[in-house]
């Protein structure tokens, strides 16, 4: 499990905001999926953490998931990795996501969540 928790400029979401989770691929095979409901409890450029209550088994697989959330009043969706998977309680899931972002993409969320912190939506850790 890879952890790039001391990351800087990791932005947590309080309260966490809602998003959605889409599997795009698993063991590198392409796979359709629903989106399914999830939290975004923290962001970065390079990735973020979800909590949902989906069991994906991401310690036995490499998971390719697309992550769609709203910042402000703009949709993202970004392309990434489950790089870990935590159980959280007894109904839930925390994964770690790394994220692929191009530098055009890791500039507007830096822009977006300097914003948002700055209005106190969000917390700088």
């Known amino acids: 499990m890879n952890s790039r928790r001391?990351?800087?400029f990791r932005?947590?979401?309080n309260p966490p905001m809602d998003c959605w989770i889409e599997i795009k691929s698993i063991d590198f095979k392409p796979?359709?999926?629903k989106l399914a409901e999830a939290e975004l409890i923290d962001i970065s450029k390079s990735g973020c953490r979800i909590k949902t209550q989906l069991n994906?088994?991401?310690e036995n697989?490499?998971?390719g998931a697309a992550v769609h959330f709203q910042l402000s009043e703009e949709n993202y969706t970004f392309?990434?990795?489950i790089r870990w998977q935590k159980p959280y309680g007894s109904e839930f899931y925390?994964?770690?996501l790394s994220l692929q972002l191009t530098s055009e993409e890791k500039e507007k969320i830096n822009v977006e969540l300097r914003s948002l912190a700055a209005a106190r939506r969000i917390v700088v850790m």
Do not use: F, Q
Request: proline share 5%; aromatic share 10%.
């Open 6 to 8: 001391n990351e800087p």
């Open 11 to 13: 932005y947590t979401i």
């Open 31 to 33: 796979v359709s999926s």
């Open 56 to 58: 994906l088994h991401a």
């Open 61 to 63: 697989h490499s998971i």
């Open 79 to 81: 392309l990434g990795e």
């Open 94 to 96: 925390h994964y770690g």
